[in-house]
T-cell receptor
Framework: GAGVSQSPSNKVTEKGKDVELRCDPISGHTALYWYRQSLGQGLEFLIYFQGNSAPDKSGLPSDRFSAERTGGSVSTLTIQRTQQEDSAVYLC?????????????FGPGTRLTVL | GQQLNQSPQSMFIQEGEDVSMNCTSSSIFNTWLWYKQDPGEGPVLLIALYKAGELTSNGRLTAQFGTTRKDSFLNISASIPSDVGIYFCAGRGGTSYGKLTFGQGTILTVHP
């Protein structure tokens, strides 16, 4: 079946503009995660959603970052007033649930460049 | 917060050689995972470890969950050119149950 998809694959924006990144999880997966990967670094957790529970936002770096998940499926990560340090690859993952035995499947990522 | 130290940062080896990389943590994890990432793609799970002391194999890959629950290693035997990529360890546990904490990655280059 289809894996996790993300759009756009690349996004170039000017400093100060808002951007929206989209994630389509695997059908039936109740858990959805956002991570950020800066050049040459590991992945940094941002936020996750599990079913109808309140999301865990503990990894969001500032109040310029927000995310929502509509209808328990598609998620949008929004970055307001982008800064150059926001440049990174933003990866989305989904899993059946947040149980430790449920694998997180990653999408290909959105490469964000802030000029 | 939780941090993972992964080493080495990079490795250059000849085809056929064995490879070993490891991760250590400042705190305990309940699950250790090893992922591989190819250019332009998201990480793909290689091996998952759920119990302290557990040793698990997946083809030429072997990984162990350290008995202190603060470390893990990954071995790749008889490397081949398609093993090239970035390998990440990740730990899961603590108060934020769903999130993964990743190491910095090991860049593996295999010369034919």
């Amino acid at each position: 079946g289809a894996g996790v998809s993300q759009s756009p694959s690349n996004k170039v924006t000017e400093k100060g503009k808002d951007v929206e990144l989209r994630c389509d999880p695997i059908s039936g997966h109740t858990a959805l995660y956002w991570y950020r990967q800066s050049l040459g670094q590991g992945l940094e957790f941002l936020i996750y959603f599990q079913g109808n529970s309140a999301p865990d936002k503990s990894g969001l770096p500032s109040d310029r970052f927000s995310a929502e998940r509509t209808g328990g499926s598609v998620s949008t990560l929004t970055i307001q007033r982008t800064q150059q340090e926001d440049s990174a690859v933003y990866l989305c993952a989904s899993s059946l649930s947040i149980a430790s035995t449920d694998t997180q499947y990653f999408g290909p990522g959105t490469r964000l460049t802030v000029l | 917060g939780q941090q993972l130290n992964q080493s080495p940062q990079s490795m250059f080896i000849q085809e056929g050689e064995d490879v070993s990389m490891n991760c250590t943590s400042s705190s305990i994890f309940n699950t250790w995972l090893w992922y591989k990432q190819d250019p332009g793609e998201g990480p793909v799970l290689l091996i998952a470890l759920y119990k302290a002391g557990e040793l698990t194999s997946n083809g030429r890959l072997t990984a162990q969950f350290g008995t202190t629950r603060k470390d893990s290693f990954l071995n790749i035997s008889a490397s081949i050119p398609s093993d090239v990529g970035i390998y990440f360890c990740a730990g899961r546990g603590g108060t934020s149950y769903g999130k993964l904490t990743f190491g910095q990655g090991t860049i593996l280059t295999v010369h034919p």
